[in-house]
């Protein structure tokens, strides 16, 4: 312990304790003037102990011409003290060297008062320094932060990664499923080639006796006419007029025309089945030329309006950069009269249909979507093939979705259905444009 002349007991008591601490120590009075100090506060301010000794003696030495720090001047925690009489802590003052050292220091400044009959005579500042420690807790912040960072950067790399793998994973299924529908109609493909032309012959010869059969069913009409018409002696009268009752002649003659009608229509119905059948097995693109597929759309949309008017809205969305592709246009005519039939069918005349075009990758995207019933997780799985219809009988062949598969697969295209049931369902066409077409519709 260093002092200058101390008179007071009280300052002198705690002057006895300084040089216990290692942190540097002052004791300053109302003045400012240093009275005390440790060895750690000379070494601390630079000054050798006896020269201190000396400055301390001058009346115009004070403890900030000494130590100087910044809140020195902002907030002297000395004056601080002895105004409020109560102990002030201040931490991290950062000042060039404050404490011998050559780089900026932390330190905690602790200022308590020195009272002597409820009067503060001085002051005692304990400097300690802590710039070790900060640096520690600096570095450490750093690091935290570094590698929260990078924890950060790593998140988002793998959500990155995650959302590739879903998409890859998306497009695998989508492939695969494509596969084997494929795979399927391939070999449903020449199995129905094969029933296809079988039955095709005993329809023919059905459809196309029907119009002699016709002609000839009038004519031997024409002639029991006639006959009738004649005068018959009154023995064969009875004779014919019995027969005709055992035979139930009239209803025969009157249900020959009703049942010629109903095999026609069976016969014609039957044909129509194996030209979908047909279609079906030959669905591979022959003729293609540059479709706009709007004007596509529009075609069938007119085709169907018969359809459409009985309380169903068709809500159009066609994007304006819609490109022109190559494809055979009665093809695609087919597929969307089929997937808005659909759509128009199991909406019931309550609900809307929306079609919307629009350039996707390198190619077209065409969507019918409804808000009708929706189709059941286990049929969706079906929707695509051959048959599989939930229409009664005579209403759907259940060929119109595997129709339009084959014909989209061939154009190199792909469709794909999704559905919620009670919510609606939505089929996406996507065909690609195809030889270096690359022109928009508006640009022709
Ligand atoms: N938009 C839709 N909403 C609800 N169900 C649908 C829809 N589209 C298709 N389906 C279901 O898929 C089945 C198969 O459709 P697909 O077009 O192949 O045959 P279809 O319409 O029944 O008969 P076809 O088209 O040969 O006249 C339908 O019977 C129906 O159950
Ligand atoms: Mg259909």
């Not at 102990?49 to 809140?71: E, K, S, V």
């Not at 494509?178 to 094969?194: D, T």
Request: proline share 3%; with cysteine.
């Amino acid at each position: 312990m260093q002092t200058a002349e101390i008179s007071s007991p009280a300052i002198a008591q705690v002057a006895a304790l300084l040089d216990g601490l290692a942190d540097a120590a002052v004791i300053v009075d109302t003045e400012l003037r240093v009275l005390a100090w440790n060895a750690a506060y000379a070494h601390a301010v630079g000054v050798r102990p006896r020269r201190l000794l000396g400055l301390a003696r001058q009346d115009d030495t004070h403890c900030n011409d000494l130590f100087r720090l910044g809140i020195c001047s902002s907030a002297c925690l000395a004056k601080r003290t002895m105004s409020s009489r109560r102990a002030f802590r201040v931490d991290e003052i950062r000042g060039s060297s404050p404490l011998g050292s050559a780089e900026d220091s932390t330190l905690i400044v602790t200022a308590v008062p020195i009272t002597e009959n409820g009067e503060t005579l001085a002051v005692l500042e304990v400097y300690r320094d802590v710039t070790a420690e900060a640096r520690i807790q600096e570095r450490y912040k750093g690091l935290l932060e570094r590698e929260r960072q990078r924890a950060a950067t790593l998140e988002e790399e793998v959500k990155l990664r995650t959302a590739d793998l879903e998409r890859s994973l998306r497009e695998l299924r989508q492939t695969r499923a494509q596969l084997i529908q494929s795979e399927k109609l391939s070999s449903l493909g020449q199995l129905v080639a094969g029933i296809a032309h079988e039955i095709n012959n005993p329809i023919n010869f059905i459809y196309g006796n029907l119009d002699f059969l016709d002609t000839y069913v009038g004519t031997f009409q024409q002639i029991i006419e006639k006959y009738d018409a004649c005068t018959l002696q009154q023995k064969d009268a009875t004779k014919i007029g019995t027969l005709k009752a055992d035979l139930d002649y009239e209803y025969i003659r009157a249900d020959t025309s009703k049942l010629l009608h109903s095999i026609r229509n069976g016969a014609e119905r039957a044909s129509k089945i194996i030209q979908d059948l047909r279609r079906f097995i030959h669905s591979g693109v022959t003729d293609r030329g540059p479709v706009d597929v709007r004007a596509c759309i529009d075609t069938t949309l007119s085709l169907l309006s018969h359809e459409t008017r009985k309380g169903t809205t068709i809500d159009k969305n066609y994007g304006t950069d819609v490109p022109t592709i190559m494809a055979n246009e009665g093809q695609l005519n087919q597929v969307f009269m089929n997937l808005i039939a659909n759509a128009v069918q199991a909406l019931d005349g309550n609900g809307t249909v929306s079609i919307s075009a629009s350039r996707r990758e390198n190619g077209v995207a065409i969507g019918v979507a409804d808000n009708g019933p929706g189709i059941p997780e286990a049929h969706l799985l079906k929707v695509f093939d051959p048959f599989f219809t939930t229409k009664p009988v005579g209403k759907g062949t259940g060929l119109g979705l595997s129709i339009s598969y084959s014909i989209v697969n061939a154009h190199g295209g792909s469709l794909t259905a999704e559905s919620t049931v009670g919510q609606g369902s939505t089929f996406t066409v996507w065909l690609p444009i195809g030889d270096n077409q690359t022109s928009t519709a508006e640009d022709r």
